[in-house]
């Protein structure tokens, strides 16, 4: 009696059986053969519910074909479970979801694992055939996971080999980012952190074997010493704002790197000084002529008005007719009649002692001075001078009044 119980449901012809048939039931299994590693399409689904497809006995069915496509004969709703029977056939099928739709269908053999493709999609499966707990298992989901999904499944390794690179596209597919090596370079491997940074932190190099960390950027640990130089600065750059308080310290800033074209602007003519705590403090302008004056220890210096400097006597002045001098007076008289100048008013409880005036006689008229209610060398008596006389008065008190010099 022939049996079918091979994977490829052929009939397996005992020995002395098929006579006069033998040859026509070879063909038909040889034709069976080809037709498993070939292509075939089915409407598996002829309604919108789940269906079992059968490989049969030593016939020609479509489920028997190696790249299986399954389409429908209605739209389905959901999805839909393929049952592949006997759940005792052991193979490898190419299974092609072609149903309308838009739904996923199920592939099952027996009451194990099954597999699910989506619409449009196609899957290598491999039925176990293990009787009524048969099972579907998915032959490339490591694999297909990996390069379709990034989900599921892991890799220990993967090597991109001649320079090659590693590209992750956007949402659309049409742009990517992506990771390549250097032309000739030393093997070497790049340690990412355990965890996420904050906010605003930068990945950097932690040791010299490839290990990485957070850093918050901008602070003094992320700075070479003597990296910022003048040339890696704009003009007005560098603002309060743009730096975290206290985070520029010496050790961060080159020799000579700071040079006036990077320092901010500020007032014209104001000085740059130090208060008592050691601070820089700017020190304003002040007015047209004043001077830079200290305030002694501890303070900035500041711009002062200068104390009055002592005159010692007023200008020269030509007199030719009668004058009230003033104290320190320098007078010339230079008329050619005579005339009176006379003293100021002076007295001790004025404030007058030290008071002086000086008077040269160049005119040909006598000058007559005038003693102004004070005595001139103890007398009340005014005094005169001729021509070419010269003569300095001083008051000295109440009862000398004028001293003649």
Do not use: H
């Not at 002040?286 to 210096?301: E, F, K, R």
């Amino acid at each position: 009696m022939a049996s079918f119980d091979n994977n490829l449901r052929l009939e397996e012809i005992t020995t002395g059986a098929a006579s006069g048939t033998w040859g026509t039931k070879t063909n038909t299994n040889l034709s069976l053969i080809a037709k498993a590693l070939g292509y075939a399409t089915e409407a598996s689904f002829s309604s919108d519910a789940d269906v079992t497809t059968t490989v049969a006995n030593a016939t020609d069915d479509p489920a028997r074909a190696m790249y299986f496509k399954v389409t429908s004969g209605t739209s389905l709703t959901a999805t839909r479970t393929l049952t592949i029977a006997p759940n005792t056939v052991s193979r490898v099928m190419f299974i092609e979801n072609a149903t309308t739709g838009s739904q996923s269908i199920t592939i099952k053999q027996g009451s194990g694992a099954t597999v699910t493709i989506a619409t449009g999609k196609t899957k290598v499966v491999y039925l176990d055939g293990a009787g009524s707990g048969a099972a579907v298992v998915d032959a490339l989901v490591l694999l297909e996971n990996f390069i379709a999904t990034g989900t599921a499944g892991s890799l220990t390794q993967l090597n991109i080999t001649a320079q090659g690179d590693l590209r992750l596209e956007d949402s659309s597919g049409g742009q990517y980012a992506a990771l390549q090596a250097a032309g000739t370079t030393t093997t070497y491997t790049i340690t990412l952190p355990a965890a996420v940074g904050t906010s605003g932190q930068v990945l950097t190099l932690s040791d010299g074997a490839g290990a990485t960390s957070w850093s918050d950027s901008g602070t003094t640990s992320t700075i070479t010493n003597g990296a910022v130089t003048a040339d890696k600065l704009a003009t007005d750059a560098v603002t309060t704002v743009k730096i975290t308080d206290s985070n520029v310290t010496t050790a961060k800033i080159n020799d000579d790197a700071v040079t006036l074209a990077k320092m901010a602007t500020g007032t014209p003519g104001n000085l740059i000084s130090y208060d008592g705590s050691n601070d820089p403090v700017a020190v304003g302008t002040g007015t047209a002529g004043q001077v830079l004056t200290s305030a002694g220890s501890g303070n900035p210096p500041t711009f002062a008005t200068p104390a009055a400097t002592t005159v010692p006597y007023n200008d020269w002045a030509i007199k030719d007719d009668a004058y009230t001098a003033s104290n320190k007076d320098q007078l010339i008289a230079n008329s050619g009649s005579g005339f009176t100048i006379t003293l100021p008013a002076a007295s001790v409880s004025g404030g007058n002692r030290g008071n002086t005036v000086i008077i040269c006689n160049a005119g040909a008229g006598v000058v007559t001075v005038g003693r102004n209610s004070s005595n001139i060398n103890s007398a009340a008596e005014d005094g005169t001078l001729a021509q070419g006389a010269s003569t300095q008065l001083v008051y000295v008190d109440d009862t000398i009044g004028w001293f003649q010099i």
